[in-house]
């Protein structure tokens, strides 16, 4: 008789490459800055000006996208498709910093933010509407204690979590008048710290936790692993803890204080201090955030009352020739289904 | 800044008492065999003969039973009471032989068993009509696949589990006429192999699975957990894997690879040549099996043309000064709650 063999490893080992860091090694707050140069402007006014006499939707696919930011941006293509890519050996976080958000139109704004996008990767669809950009702003509609509610569309400090495509981009139009700052941690250095400290409980985390689905598609509540091994590699997909917190109501079974104690574990490593960097991100700063290898959060925030209130645009891209990892992670990686009926 | 504490301890050292054991080292198949001696039957007589000009109902509280046990069956009482305990320290099982079910009415067997079950501790309901006595027997309404179905109204082999008092006390009335052979293992001998050989999931089995509630109460899901540890002691309960296959009806979210692996493992465990203990009880014997220790399963059975089939009865006991354990084990400890409209 032969005992049976787990549907996955489990990592046992300590990561000790790159992708685990703690907050006081990275030069800098935001780990890798690229300032824009005066060339990197120029491509942009040639992309702005290419979309003025050929526009193309948002919503169109990415290849003409990605056929046009190579062309008109070459320079800033090259340099963004490499810190993208560079994300998954190194970090896992980037900033390219000086878009010139305030000389352009909302519109000219989105494109460029489309067009770089499309160099990184595949976008994929943020929701039922099938939407590549989402707002992160107020949307007057109150906190997560709401479940018609999802993390971007609040003013609350958000817990540490992943988004689902391998790279989160976000891009800073407008910042708060108080607050809002973000936060990273490495993923692989709390992995590092369960494996020391609570190596018996690492089972719950490749097994993970039911969250709610909300706003988004069928089914009504699922499980996502926090970290899985594949081929000698691991990943992490941490979502946000307050959908498991209201997933009883799906379910009917509540989180179990095991549970909560092995999220309150997970966040308690990630916010302790020296592990995450924190700073403020300046209106033009596109932050990089790879998914598969750090966590982030951000302080709650205020609007003042002129300027329109603290605006980041959201987009979620797959690399190309992206990682592998189990299908116990992130079942929203190739995106949210578009429903029929939602309204574009 | 402090770590959150663990809702409870994990033990990460093996078991090494009595109470760890493996079917070789037993020296009778049955680990424990009291034969009852002429006087018991004496006593059995007395006790008969009392409940003839004093009936007492079965659903009738514990101490009226005990007393008249104590008084009728004084040397039939101090052994039932001292086997019964003896199994939270020594190997979790044990037999009472040669109770007289040929030469009893089926009330005065009843009520037998009822006495000597109150001798050894508090038999708690078994389903939402209170009964303390349930028929172990086909009832006629097929398999386990049948979610109106348990595991005592089948023909069908049972998986190795846990019932849910300190004790179960099976009396065999009939036998089967092919097959129903009982299999018992230590559940502490497979916590060791599991520390030994899956020491990462151990905290999947401390958090436990989703069960489906069956014909019994609110609500229509709970989570078990397999292991608890509370005061330096193990405690064990694996209730019938059937109920979690059965789970995603109510909570919408599927058993996942990891816990079907470790509820796979488990079993295997349990099942692996040498661990298990098997035998074939006999019409008169009283089978102890001590939940906190042991598992247990039964072959699949048929009954002949003659004879009512096999019948075994099931009361559920728990101990006096029982063990400590964890809240996350055995929600039904203490019996399933009796609904005001079920019927006696």
Redesign the interface.
Known sequence: ?T??????A?L?EPITDPTAWLAAELPVPEGVVHELTPAHLDEITALTKALRTEPLPLLADREPWRALARRTMPGLSELAHSTAHRTETHIGTAVLRGLPVADLAPDEIRGLYRALGAVMGTAVSQNTRGEYIADVRDYGNGGLDNSAVRGHQTTSALRFHSDDGDLALLLCVRPAADGGTSLIASAMTIYNELLR????????Y???F?YENRDEED?????NAVFGYYHGQLTCRYFLRDYVDSSPA?????V???????L??FE??A???GAATEYALRAGDLQLVNNNIVVHSRRSFSDGAEGGGRLLLRQWVNLDGGRQFPT?LCRHRYGMRKKPDARD
């Open positions: 008789m005992l049976p063999d787990p549907p996955q489990i046992t400290r609570a190596p018996h409980l690492l089972g719950l490749y097994n993970g039911v089914p009504p509540a699922y499980r799906v379910t009917q079974v509540p179990s204080d095991l549970e909560r104690h092995a309150d574990l308690a490593l916010a302790r201090p116990t």
